[in-house]
C-alpha cells in the first residue's frame, strides 16, 4: 500500500513561487508515473504536470507550461512541483497521484494523497 503526503504549500502574493513536495511511504513508487492534479474553487479537478518513473519526460498543462517544473527522486521516494511566477488562476487544492504517466484522466490514477492547499492573492 501506498502513502502520498503533500506539503509545501500556502498564501503567496501573484509573481511568488512555491515548491509543492509529495512524498512516498509503505513502498517505493519507482516504475510508476506521478502526476500533480489541482482543484480551484468552483471547478473540475485538473492535471497539472506529470513526470514517468525515469524522470526523463514531463507533460505540462497549457497553462502552467513555462512556470511549472516537475521533478523526483525516486531514492527519496519524493516528487516536487516548482512553481514559479504564480498567478491568482492557480490557486487551488494540489494533489499527487501515482498511476499512468501523462494521463488527465483521475482513473488512470490507484494512489493520491490528501493534498496540499495553495492560495495566490493578487
Known amino acids: 500500500q501506498l502513502h502520498l503526503v503533500e506539503s509545501g504549500g500556502g498564501l503567496v502574493q501573484a509573481g511568488d513561487s512555491l515548491r509543492l513536495s509529495c512524498v512516498a511511504s509503505?513502498?517505493?513508487?519507482?516504475?510508476?508515473?506521478m502526476t500533480w492534479f489541482r482543484r480551484g474553487p468552483g471547478k473540475e479537478q485538473e492535471f497539472v504536470a506529470s513526470?514517468?518513473?525515469?524522470?526523463?519526460?514531463?507533460r505540462y498543462a497549457e497553462s502552467v507550461k513555462g512556470r511549472f517544473t516537475i521533478s523526483r527522486d525516486n531514492a527519496k521516494n519524493t516528487v516536487w512541483l516548482q512553481m514559479n511566477r504564480l498567478k491568482e488562476e492557480d490557486t487551488g487544492h494540489y494533489l499527487c497521484?501515482?498511476?499512468?504517466?501523462?494521463?488527465?484522466?483521475?482513473?488512470?490514477?490507484?494512489?493520491w494523497g490528501q493534498g496540499t492547499q495553495v492560495t495566490v492573492s493578487s
Open positions: 497521484a501515482e498511476g499512468r504517466f501523462g494521463s488527465k484522466y483521475t482513473s488512470q490514477y490507484d494512489y
Open positions: 509503505g513502498r517505493t513508487f519507482e516504475g510508476f508515473g
Open positions: 513526470i514517468n518513473w525515469e524522470g526523463t519526460d514531463t
